[in-house]
């Protein structure tokens, strides 16, 4: 049954008397099930008040029956949970969580299963019309299953309520960032209310924003709600977004970061933006030179705080902290665990300087074929490490985030997953409505 299809018609009672018109339908969110039809509203006169399912003997032909003419007429109220889909997903966008984009609903259809209705598939296209002799009809629905999807509702109660099963937490954080960076702002309000439930999720999403859009995002916030998103962030980001913020919040919120972590953001806000300095990370793996394989790689499975791409490669140090070589992960796992890290490692790796230019960097990193590059100082004392992933992001063009990746070849072609008529492979297994 779409809605549609239902919207405006008459609620009557057995009897056919006409009592009101039916308004909207009532789901209540059931974490990864789908929404559990409760009541209907319905217009009876000048107010708005709520039917409960129980009382609907049928939906379809030319209204909606009731048990009864027996109707509550006070006002209705919406409680925490509820989705009314009329209002809150006709019209409105939503998440498609399998495509990680942001689409538009045109219609629902509502299924009967085990003597409950069920919000069961959502229609994400224009409805087709076709036009002449036979009038302005609908000519058909592609639906696809309402799990594929994450409804932007705006209902703050409702939306804290399933934000610890909310699909959206799913995706990959540069999905999300993608997401926010498409939303209108009462959508990206919901998006992050969504991602706040996880903290450590918030910061990977916050990294992978736009400057301009993390600055505003967390410029409107306090300086304690700062300070908490930042101190799960990795220390080159953090001072990137500490450098973004209005200069009177800066020392504020510095002020409120663990000792270690603001001893490294202050550093590396010391550096030029465009060099390495500015572009490095402050935390990298090295042990002392005569460390075995199996110890260097015990060490790298202790090091779980580390981001890692770090890891790629285990840096060893000489006895006054000089950076005495580099040994790609790869190559620890096939020496022998016995063997010294020495014997194994690049005495002389390509390494620069805190001011060496962003392109530089770059040039270096492609010639020597390297995922990371270590920093150092005039005395070959490593104070850090940039990996490629920072080198692409300073390098590509100025727009890159707005650019849509290419699918992977094996990817669905869009007019084969989102053009489904009703018997596609994207309907859920769902008997008809009697």
């Known amino acids: 049954?779409?809605?549609?299809?239902?919207?405006?018609?008459?609620?009557?009672?057995?009897?056919?008397?006409?009592?009101?018109?039916?308004?909207?339908?009532?789901?209540?969110?059931?974490?990864?099930?789908?929404?559990?039809?409760?009541?209907?509203?319905?217009?009876?006169?000048?107010?708005?008040?709520?039917?409960?399912?129980?009382?609907?003997?049928?939906?379809?032909?030319?209204?909606?029956?009731?048990?009864?003419?027996?109707?509550?007429?006070?006002?209705?109220?919406?409680?925490?949970?509820?989705?009314?889909?009329?209002?809150d997903v006709l019209g409105h966008r939503?998440?498609?969580?399998?495509?990680?984009?942001?689409?538009?609903?045109?219609?629902?259809?509502?299924?009967?299963?085990?003597?409950?209705?069920?919000?069961?598939?959502?229609?994400?296209?224009?409805?087709?019309?076709?036009?002449?002799?036979?009038?302005?009809?609908?000519?058909?629905?592609?639906?696809?299953?309402?799990?594929?999807?994450?409804?932007?509702?705006?209902?703050?109660?409702?939306?804290?309520?399933?934000?610890?099963?909310?699909?959206?937490?799913?995706?990959?954080?540069?999905?999300?960032?993608?997401?926010?960076?498409e939303a209108s702002r009462e959508e990206e309000t919901e998006i992050l209310g969504h991602v706040h439930q996880d903290p450590e999720l918030e910061a990977d999403v916050f990294e992978e924003l736009e400057e301009d859009r993390s600055s505003r995002l967390l410029g409107s916030r306090t300086d304690e709600q700062i300070a908490e998103v930042l101190v799960r962030m990795r220390a080159d980001d953090a001072a990137d977004a500490i450098a973004d913020l209005p200069q009177q919040?800066?020392?504020?919120?510095?002020?409120?970061?663990?000792?270690?972590?603001?001893?490294?953001?202050?550093?590396?806000?010391?550096?030029?933006?465009?060099?390495?300095?500015?572009?490095?990370?402050?935390?990298?793996?090295?042990?002392?030179?005569?460390?075995?394989?199996?110890?260097?790689?015990?060490?790298?499975?202790?090091?779980?705080?580390?981001?890692?791409?770090?890891?790629?490669?285990?840096?060893?140090?000489d006895e006054v902290g000089r950076l005495a070589g580099a040994v790609r992960l790869v190559s620890l796992v096939q020496a022998d665990p016995a063997g010294l890290l020495e014997e194994i490692t690049d005495t002389d790796p390509p390494r620069v300087g805190t001011d060496t230019d962003v392109e530089d960097v770059a040039v270096l990193m492609t010639d020597y074929n390297l995922i990371t590059v270590p920093v150092v100082d005039a005395d070959a004392h490593m104070i850090g490490i940039i990996t490629v992933d920072d080198v692409l992001e300073a390098t590509l063009p100025a727009d890159w985030r707005r650019r849509e990746p290419p699918p992977p070849p094996d990817h669905p072609h869009d007019d084969d997953t989102r053009r489904r008529s009703q018997t596609g492979p994207d309907r859920p297994t769902l008997p008809e409505a009697p």
């Open 94 to 181: 939503l998440i498609d969580v399998t495509e990680a984009h942001l689409v538009r609903a045109s219609d629902v259809e509502l299924a009967r299963l085990d003597e409950q209705w069920l919000v069961s598939c959502v229609d994400t296209h224009r409805p087709r019309r076709l036009l002449g002799l036979f009038g302005d009809r609908f000519s058909g629905h592609a639906c696809r299953d309402w799990k594929a999807f994450e409804a932007l509702i705006g209902h703050t109660p409702s939306a804290s309520l399933r934000g610890p099963v909310a699909r959206i937490r799913g995706l990959k954080p540069a999905q999300i960032a993608d997401l926010i960076e």
């Open 249 to 317: 919040r800066r020392q504020p919120v510095l002020d409120l970061l663990p000792a270690a972590q603001r001893t490294k953001v202050l550093t590396l806000m010391g550096f030029n933006p465009a060099s390495a300095g500015g572009l490095m990370g402050v935390d990298f793996l090295a042990v002392p030179a005569a460390t075995t394989a199996a110890d260097a790689l015990a060490a790298v499975a202790a090091s779980q705080t580390l981001q890692p791409e770090a890891l790629t490669s285990v840096y060893s140090l």
């Open 1 to 87: 049954m779409h809605l549609s299809a239902l919207l405006g018609r008459p609620v009557t009672d057995r009897g056919g008397q006409t009592l009101g018109r039916l308004v909207d339908v009532i789901a209540r969110l059931r974490g990864v099930d789908y929404p559990l039809v409760t009541g209907l509203v319905a217009k009876v006169g000048r107010r708005e008040v709520f039917v409960p399912i129980e009382q609907v003997t049928s939906f379809g032909g030319p209204g909606v029956t009731l048990a009864s003419a027996r109707v509550d007429l006070r006002p209705f109220e919406r409680r925490d949970g509820e989705v009314l889909i009329r209002t």
